[in-house]
């Protein structure tokens, strides 16, 4: 009776044990990319630490049909490679977008006087995007009133300087405290949504619009890791980027 108890524990040992390495193995397995069959409009955002980039073999990648790269951040931050990028990107015939980091420890209104002496306001680029993370950002933690307050100051001196409705990008802590049962508090616009453990739910593009699926990306023409992102599949090109508020479907 002995034995058998042990042999059955055992057995019990050995189903959890092989349980518990199965729910690993699935839990740490890389996540597979998004294809060009399934979501064929895809691009790439940057910055600085991209370094010297060959915008000419990024153009001859079929999943490189836009860039968006980092303009500004804060009330005085300039990326020291945008004005470089945007220019180039533009030479190479890629469809071009700025973002500007947000603070929280400075004013709206100093963060658009930022961006509007940084960013040209151009035919035929992507509405401008503004980074909103708490990850890089300074210690402070405003209130949802408070973050409100200082982007509707933010939007209202950029007074319409750029086309379409403002992209905002979100990581899944922000999307939580911020906009989860708040979206109408709000400005209107698009959502761009990191998530590099899986693939949204994909709708009718209501809910997002931008899909950053990897921050370790590797493509030609860029040496080391960078951002990967994938337009929501529903869209049929980058044109729906450009409604404006009073187009956008409800």
């Not at 397995?29 to 399934?38: G, M, R």
């Not at 790439?44 to 860039?67: K, T």
């Not at 220019?87 to 947000?102: D, L, M, P, S, W």
């Not at 990897?214 to 599949?233: E, K, R, S, W, Y």
Request: aromatic share 10%; hydrophobic share 40%.
């Amino acid at each position: 009776m002995k034995r058998i108890n042990q042999a059955v524990l055992a057995a019990v040992l050995l189903a959890v044990a092989s349980a518990a390495y199965l729910a690993y193995h699935r839990a740490m397995a890389p996540f597979s990319p998004p294809s060009l069959a399934d979501y064929p409009i895809q691009g790439i955002d940057i910055s600085h630490h991209q370094g010297a980039i060959d915008w000419n073999a990024l153009a001859a990648q079929p999943n490189v049909r836009f860039a968006i790269m980092k303009a500004t951040e804060g009330g005085d931050h300039r990326d020291t490679r945008f004005a470089e990028n945007w220019q180039a990107a533009k030479n190479a015939g890629i469809v071009r977008g700025a973002y500007h980091f947000f603070t929280f420890c400075r004013p709206g209104r100093d963060q658009a006087q930022n961006v509007l002496a940084t960013v040209p306001s151009e035919q035929g680029t992507l509405p401008l995007a503004i980074d909103l993370e708490f990850t890089g950002n300074c210690g402070k933690v405003p209130t949802r009133e408070e973050l409100i307050g200082e982007l509707t100051a933010f939007f209202a001196e950029l007074n319409g300087a750029y086309p379409g409705k403002p992209i905002l990008y979100v990581d899944q802590p922000f999307f939580d405290q911020y906009l989860r049962g708040h979206e109408e508090m709000f400005p209107a616009h698009h959502l761009w949504l990191r998530s590099i453990a899986g693939e949204p739910s994909v709708g009718d593009c209501l809910t997002w619009s931008i899909w950053q699926f990897a921050d370790t990306g590797g493509i030609a023409g860029i040496q080391g890791p960078v951002d990967l992102n994938a337009l929501c599949p529903t869209e049929p090109d980058l044109s729906g980027l450009f409604r404006t508020a009073a187009q956008a479907p409800r």
